[in-house]
């Protein structure tokens, strides 16, 4: 079983910097390939994605953060960051550490419990 603890979110001005933390525990067997992600949802809005990197450091990022936001990862500490930067107050919303896991058993989905993140003057 997985388990995803995110950290690192609050109240922070427009303009401001933000980074957020996820890290992995637990073990998963025979594991071929493992994207991590986070995902945001804002108060009557549906679950957006913000940001992907894959195993090999591919990355992704919604159009709304790009230039803004950067998403690493530590392979060998099982931790994936997200440094927001120029944080404008539509990123409000609550943030999710995702962990897509292909393993033998089949593709997986792993979520952790969101953390909030709050751009206001």
């Known amino acids: 079983q997985v388990q995803l603890v995110e950290s690192g979110g609050g109240l922070v001005q427009p303009g401001g910097s933000l980074r957020l933390s996820c890290a992995m525990s637990g073990s998963i067997f025979s594991i071929y390939g493992m994207g991590m992600g986070w995902y945001r949802q804002a108060p009557g809005k549906q679950r957006e994605l913000v940001a992907s990197?894959?195993?090999?450091?591919?990355?992704n990022y919604a159009d709304s953060v790009k230039g803004r936001f950067t998403i690493s990862r530590d392979n060998a500490k099982r931790t994936v960051d997200l440094q927001m930067n120029s944080l404008k107050s539509e990123d409000t919303a609550v943030y999710y550490c995702n962990a897509h896991i292909i393993s033998r058993s089949g593709p997986s989905d792993y979520w952790g419990q969101g953390t909030q993140v709050a751009v206001s003057s």
């Open positions: 990197i894959t195993s090999s450091g591919s990355t």
